[in-house]
Nanobody, 115 residues
Framework: VQLGESGGGLVQPGGSRRLSCAAS????????MKWYRQAPGKGREWVAT????????NIGNSMKGRFTISRDNTKNTVYLQMNSLKPEDTAVYYC?????????WGQGTQVTVSS
């Protein structure tokens, strides 16, 4: 199982960014996928979940209305669209899957929100 995040970078407050997570080594379309984030000096925080077919999503309270999770199972890729970014969204963002009762993580992608 491999997960590879991309799309991070420096963005100004109020800006947008789309993160991607490329999955391989398992049948991605059979599994719910999640995004987490970890800000400096803090624990890892759940951000969003999408079901295997993409029919249902759930977003963390502090991100509702600003973040959207989606997936393209033909490309084995999960996305996190982030709008109206705030400095407190600065973190390393990780993709996650629980495959055969074990959690797998990507290497993460850094998002920095600053003027």
């Amino acid at each position: 199982v491999q997960l590879g995040e991309s799309g991070g970078g420096l963005v100004q407050p109020g800006g947008s960014r789309r993160l991607s997570c490329a999955a391989s080594g398992f049948t991605c379309s059979n599994y719910h996928m999640k995004w987490y984030r970890q800000a400096p000096g803090k624990g890892r925080e759940w951000v969003a979940t999408i079901t295997s077919t993409g029919s249902s999503t759930n977003i963390g309270n502090s991100m509702k209305g600003r973040f959207t999770i989606s997936r393209d199972n033909t490309k084995n890729t999960v996305y996190l669209q982030m709008n109206s970014l705030k400095p407190e969204d600065t973190a390393v963002y990780y993709c996650n899957v629980n495959w055969r009762a074990k959690n797998y993580w990507g290497q993460g992608t850094q998002v920095t929100v600053s003027s």
